[in-house]
Every structure is written in C-alpha cells, then in structure tokens.
C-alpha cells in the first residue's frame, strides 16, 4: 500500500505527495470509481481546486505553499485522459471552438477530439508543473474561466494573431498563439492529423510557462522568469513530460547548442545579467532569444542545482516569496477593483519590490563572491566558462 497526501486535483490529474516528500501526477482516469468520488470530496473539504473546476483565490487570504522546498521528481499529463468540450464551430467565421480542463481553444480549422488531445496535452502538462512546484502559486487567466489559445491553420492567420515570420508561436497578456505545424498538425485527405515528429519540441511549453507565471511575471527580474522559462522548454523538458532529475546531459546539450551560435559562457555576464531590471533590460529581439533566455536558464539551474544545499531551496523560497506577494496583489485587485502598490499600497516601488526578493537570493553575498562559486560549481560539472 502506497501512503500519501492529496495536493490538487484538476480534471485530468490528481497530484499526491508521497512519504519521501516527491510529488506525484495520476490521471484521474486510472482510478477507481469510489477514488474518483473521494479524490471530488477531498478537494473542497480542504479548499482545493476541485477535479474540473478552474482554479480560485480567495480575496481574502492567499493559499499556503505546500511539499518541500525543492523541484518534483516529474511531471506527466497522459493525453488520453484529457476531456476535450467542443463549442460553437463558426464555418462562415473559421473560428472552432474547443476546451480542455484548463484551457479554451479557437482554431481556424476544424479538428477532432482525439487531435485536440495531443495539442492541449503541453499545455495542460505546464498547468500541472505549476501546481506541483512548492510556490502555492495558482496560475488563473486575466479573463474568463480559461486560459485562451489560438491555433492558426495559415501564416496569415499567424499574421493577424500578432506573429511574424521569425516565429511560430507568440503570446501578448492574456492568450497565445501557435501555428499548426508548430504543433505537428498535418492536412491528411479532408482533416488535421497528429504528429509528434512534426512539432516545434517544447514551443508550446516555453509559452505556457510565460502565460501561467501571470502576475509573478512583474515581480520578477528578468532573468528568473526568462531563464525559467527556457529551463523548463529546453532542459526539463523531454519524453512528453518533465523531469527534474538527473538533466545534467540536458543541460550541456543546450550549452553546446547555444555555442554554435556563437553565444559564450560569460560569467561577468551572467552577474550583470542578475541585477539587471526589466525597464533596463534591451529588447533587441536576436539577443533576447540567443542570450537573455539562455543567461537566465543558466542562473536558474545554478541556484536551483548547484547553489547552496544543491536541492534549490533558496531558489524555490525566492519563487514562493514572489507567488504569495503575487496572490496578494491578485487579492487586492479582485476586491478593490485597481492595481494595487506594493507592500502597504502606498509607498516604494515595483523595482524596490523584486530586488528585496532577489537580496534575500543573495544572501548577502558580493558580485565577486557569487561570480566565483558559479564559476566553480559549474566547473564541478566540466562546463568552464571562458570570461
């Protein structure tokens, strides 16, 4: 008999803390009746997020984190599970409308349940990292009970959504967009089929992570939520799932991808990088994409890898800091109806806001001292860097 604590549950998974304090994804579909029912009653008897419902804060307190300070063992979403509603399917319009557990489609062509399945499975998977990570953050659109998605059948759809030929998926602040063949649809005779070998591997995942990290997003510097970002698209993603063990390989497959781009492992960088705001932070789009996501993913797998216990726990209390004041913040603004400031709502700043969180990171540590335990932690793993 396997003991264990029940966290949440969605429509298509139920997330159980074992005795070792790992977390655990198990379809919902693979259960018994009876468990299926209790798994129902559990979560509103304890305030959780009941199989199927769109998850809530309540105005009045943020929920407590749950599950050590560390990353889970693995992450899993079985497509098969997944219950895909179909909704109004406007021809004239190509606009199909579909939605899974916790997100809703509006695609330019129509596609069956069993395609949507595959398509709404990373989406889905990333919603479960979330909720399975110890930040008690609870992802929630902006708008509506679910998060929103378009799917575009043609570059011209891709155009009007707000892409460019440089992409095959974007997002703006309250939906993403993806192209068909990002998502290894093919036309087969009449219909769309699914191919895993045609899809833009972990596309969709980087997206989602930038969408459900939400009101987090602002309190962030950039570095920690582009680094994570790229971390769980490049490095923790794999297999349909994410794991969170053993991806060292992972990781210097993407150090070695980014040499041949020419990018460089630059310490000095990287610290600069740290400290570095989001309204000082250049947009040039090529560096953003070869340098900024790659730097941060290289601070995360350092603080949440290398750095101090090595299990991430200082990294795992700076997320969770910044989810509870992100809830906050979320609480003020459903009750009062405004975007709050920070701390009391009358004084200081955003940017005052993050480096507190970030200071606390640091631990007190100077440039040079951080600089040189990164240097050397990632030395231990035969990765040198050349300034």
Do not use: C
Not at 165 to 175: F, I, M, N, Q, V
Not at 318 to 324: E, L
């Amino acid at each position: 008999m396997i003991k264990a604590t029940f966290v949440s549950a969605t429509e298509s998974a139920v997330v159980l803390q074992l005795e070792n304090g790992s977390q655990s994804s198990i379809p919902v579909a693979t259960l018994s009746t009876p468990d299926q029912l209790f798994i129902k009653s559990l979560s509103r008897k304890e305030g959780a997020e009941p199989v199927g419902a769109t998850p809530r804060v309540s105005p009045s307190a943020a929920p407590a984190p749950v599950g050590p300070l560390t990353w889970p063992a693995s992450v899993n979403i079985n497509p098969k599970a997944l219950v895909i509603t179909e909704g109004a399917q406007k021809v004239e319009e190509r606009k199909f409308h579909y939605q899974s557990g916790s997100f809703g489609f509006v695609s330019t062509a129509p596609l069956t349940p069993a395609v949507l399945r595959e398509v709404a499975s990373d989406f889905e998977l990333v919603r479960a990292f979330f909720y399975q990570v110890p930040w008690g953050w609870q992802p929630r659109p902006e708008k509506g009970t679910h998060f929103l998605v378009h799917l575009a059948e043609t570059d011209d759809d891709f155009i009007a959504l707000g892409g460019n030929d440089s992409s095959a998926g974007g997002s703006k602040d309250d939906y993403i967009f993806s192209k068909f063949t990002a998502l290894g649809l093919k036309k087969v005779g009449p219909r769309y089929a699914y191919d895993s070998r045609e899809k833009n591997e972990g596309a969709v995942i980087g997206l989602t992570t930038r969408l459900l990290l939400g009101e987090m997003r602002s309190l962030t510097y950039p570095w920690s939520d582009l680094g994570l970002e790229e971390f769980v698209r490049t490095v923790a993603h794999h297999d349909g799932g994410l794991g969170f063990v053993g991806v060292e390989s992972a990781l210097k497959q993407r150090i070695q991808e980014q040499s041949t781009l020419g990018v460089e492992l630059d310490s000095g960088r990287l610290i600069t990088y740290l400290r570095t705001p989001k309204d000082a932070l250049r947009t040039d789009v090529k560096q953003m994409r070869r340098q900024n996501y790659f730097d941060g993913m290289l601070l995360v797998y350092y603080f949440g890898y290398l750095d101090g216990d090595g299990r991430g726990t200082a990294l795992h209390s700076y997320y969770r800091n910044i989810a509870q004041e992100a809830l906050g913040w979320r609480a003020f603004r459903d009750t009062k109806g405004q975007t709050p400031r920070p701390r009391d709502r009358n004084s200081g700043s955003y940017d005052e806001w993050a480096l507190e969180h970030l200071n606390k990171l640091l631990a007190g540590r100077t440039d040079a001292q951080l600089r040189a335990d990164l240097v050397t932690k990632y030395r231990s793993l035969n990765v040198k860097f050349e300034k």
